[in-house]
T-cell receptor, first 115, second 115 residues
């Protein structure tokens, strides 16, 4: 597609429920990123994929968070047993490569509210 | 370690006037890229402009220009001829050569354009 596509745009989950957030990056982009953005703050890095390989997951806040990109295109961020502190916007982004000059393009985000 | 500082939580500007959004950064990387993103209320992070650390000229993209002062480690965004649609959050971000897959964000500046 023309841009990074994320779904669902909005998700309300009951505490303890599992959620899955989907990201479809720009076609041909080998690098894929997930960021978490709390209300009123800048995005925080969660994890990074190069093709299907997850090269960095240092930003995942707990083992309840899991991300995959099995075929090197679409990615899913899964949050198990959601808690209220997981409420945030989850932004997916992609780029052609990892050189510092490569622009990272973001999707519209998935807004997660845990009640 | 890398750090981005945006000291203006909120800014007002009159329509058709110019406005400068401040950004300072700290990095030990010799090579790095600086980015500005716009985030309207819809949530999407929209890429605006890029400046490489070795670029001799300040970057410009339409009404956006980046006032890059390497010695001061500042990368201020200048928006000329402000429009009502410019009202949004603005984030400064950087990618360093040594950790080039990660984009590090500042806390953002909320810009409100007055008619």
């Amino acid at each position: 597609g023309a841009g990074v596509s994320q779904s669902p745009r909005y998700k309300v989950a009951k505490r303890g429920q599992d959620v899955a957030l989907r990201c479809d990056p720009i076609s041909g982009h080998v690098s894929l990123f997930w960021y978490q953005q709390a209300l009123g703050q800048g995005p925080e890095f969660l994890t990074y994929f190069q093709n299907e390989a997850q090269l960095d997951k240092s930003g995942l806040p707990s083992d309840r968070f899991f991300a995959e990109r099995p075929e090197g295109s679409v990615s899913t961020l899964k949050i198990q047993r959601t808690q209220q502190e997981d409420s945030a916007v989850y932004l997916c982004a992609s780029s052609t490569g990892t050189a510092y000059g490569n622009t990272i393009y973001f999707g519209e985000g998935s807004w997660l509210t845990v009640v | 370690a890398q750090k981005i500082t945006q000291t203006q939580p909120g800014m007002f500007v009159q329509e058709k006037e110019a406005v400068t959004l401040d950004c300072t950064y700290d990095t030990s990387d010799q090579s790095y890229g600086l980015f500005w993103y716009k985030q309207p209320s819809s949530g999407e992070m929209i890429f605006l402009i890029y400046q490489g650390s070795y670029d001799e000229q300040n970057a410009t993209e339409g009404r956006y220009s980046l006032n890059f002062q390497k010695a001061r480690k500042s990368a201020n965004l200048v928006i000329s001829a402000s429009q009502l649609g410019d009202s949004a959050m603005y984030f400064c971000a950087m990618r360093g050569m040594d950790s080039s897959y990660k984009l590090i964000f500042g806390s953002g500046t909320r810009l409100l354009v007055r008619p």
